[in-house]
T-cell receptor, first 116, second 112 residues
Framework: DTGVSQDPRHKITKRGQNVTFRCDPISEHNRLYWYRQTLGQGPEFLTYFQNEAQLEKSRLLSDRFSAERPKGSFSTLEIQRTEQGDSAMYLC??????????????FGPGTRLTVL | AQSVTQLGSHVSVSEGALVLLRCNYSSSVPPYLFWYVQYPNQGLQLLLKYTSAATLVKGINGFEAEFKKSETSFHLTKPSAHMSDAAEYFCAVSVTGNQFYFGTGTSLTVIP
């Protein structure tokens, strides 16, 4: 079973450093989503891609955050000049595109970021 | 704008008792509604979904939910709780099927 995978699973960094996370979606899925989940909260939508195109971005995605999906396969989420408030679980999900229907999202295990 | 409210951040039930987790949604257009479960250190797993077909939706592990438009609710139930049901449960709403809005979650504890 090749589900959604994320790397690394845990990341500890010092404030001000840059970090990059990777997400590998299910192979035939052309949509990919990033969420952030803080302790005691539900996941908050950050952005989503259809193939290589970034189609939606949340206001939560400040200019320190950037996401890419080159070639429409894996995606990376980079946070520059990390702040302690960036400490959270970063979740990736993918879905197939079905015209005229909702798109069930399959979630990865997440990357837990701790900013010291 | 869409949103969900989950009443009760913590719910405790005895093993074998009824599980009821509450979710109310807000949406200006007919929504898609979902329940996800999250076990510790794991990603979210879809339990069930409402996509404008039958209002009573059956999911995995014996869970079901009923869409009630008049009450704007989508409560999750299970007739008999099992120890393995202990987890965090999230209700989510989507209109486009892309951007999901999650509730703050309900932590379910099952008492032996």
């Amino acid at each position: 079973d090749t589900g959604v995978s994320q790397d690394p699973r845990h990341k500890i960094t010092k404030r001000g450093q840059n970090v990059t996370f990777r997400c590998d979606p299910i192979s035939e899925h052309n949509r990919l989503y990033w969420y952030r989940q803080t302790l005691g909260q539900g996941p908050e939508f950050l952005t989503y891609f259809q193939n290589e195109a970034q189609l939606e971005k949340s206001r939560l995605l400040s200019d320190r955050f950037s996401a890419e999906r080159p070639k429409g396969s894996f995606s990376t989420l980079e946070i520059q000049r990390t702040e302690q408030g960036d400490s959270a679980m970063y979740l990736c999900a993918s879905s197939p595109r079905r015209v005229g229907s909702y798109n069930e999202q399959f979630f990865g295990p997440g990357t837990r970021l701790t900013v010291l | 704008a869409q949103s969900v409210t989950q009443l009760g951040s913590h719910v405790s039930v005895s093993e074998g008792a009824l599980v009821l987790l509450r979710c109310n949604y807000s949406s200006s257009v007919p929504p898609y509604l979902f329940w996800y479960v999250q076990y510790p250190n794991q990603g979210l797993q879809l339990l069930l979904k409402y996509t404008s077909a039958a209002t009573l939706v059956k999911g995995i592990n014996g869970f079901e939910a009923e869409f009630k438009k008049s009450e704007t609710s989508f409560h999750l139930t299970k007739p008999s709780a099992h120890m393995s049901d202990a987890a965090e449960y999230f209700c989510a709403v989507s209109v486009t099927g892309n951007q999901f809005y999650f509730g703050t979650g309900t932590s379910l504890t099952v008492i032996p």
